[in-house]
Nanobody, 126 residues
Framework: QVQLVESGGGLVQAGGSLRLSCAASGRSFSSYHMGWFRQAPGKEREFVAAISWNGLTRSLADAARGRFTISRDNSKNMVYLQMNSLKPEDTAVYYC???????????????????WGKGTLVTVSS
């Protein structure tokens, strides 16, 4: 069992930066692939970024490429999402996810991914 708790969300002006954190507790965190997803009001949850268990493989959605960076620290059971050059369209609840399969994390089907956090709200004002 893995519990995920996101933090770091808040209100920021367009062009600003935020760093989201996901704290994981439970067994074998370092063996899980991790991902970040977001859900804007009235929209479906969408993939943002993923990182493999050892940090060697990373994936980014087109909307995040060039602005967001995903990283992890297995010694601290933490995953991070550094978000720069934020835009109003980045406004959403951001969720952390964990799964034993990297492809499952990237696909992000809610029924397939093993573990989800409860999310943290990011609001970008124009």
């Amino acid at each position: 069992q893995v519990q995920l708790v996101e933090s770091g969300g808040g209100l920021v002006q367009a062009g600003g930066s935020l760093r989201l954190s996901c704290a994981a507790s439970g067994r074998s965190f370092s063996s899980y692939h991790m991902g970040w997803f977001r859900q804007a009001p009235g929209k479906e949850r969408e993939f943002v970024a993923a990182i493999s268990w050892n940090g060697l493989t990373r994936s980014l959605a087109d909307a995040a490429r060039g602005r967001f960076t995903i990283s992890r620290d297995n010694s601290k059971n933490m995953v991070y999402l550094q978000m720069n050059s934020l835009k109003p369209e980045d406004t959403a609840v951001y969720y952390c996810a964990a799964d034993a399969s990297y492809s499952t994390v990237v696909a992000g089907a809610m029924s397939d991914v093993d573990y989800w956090g409860k999310g943290t709200l990011v609001t970008v004002s124009s």
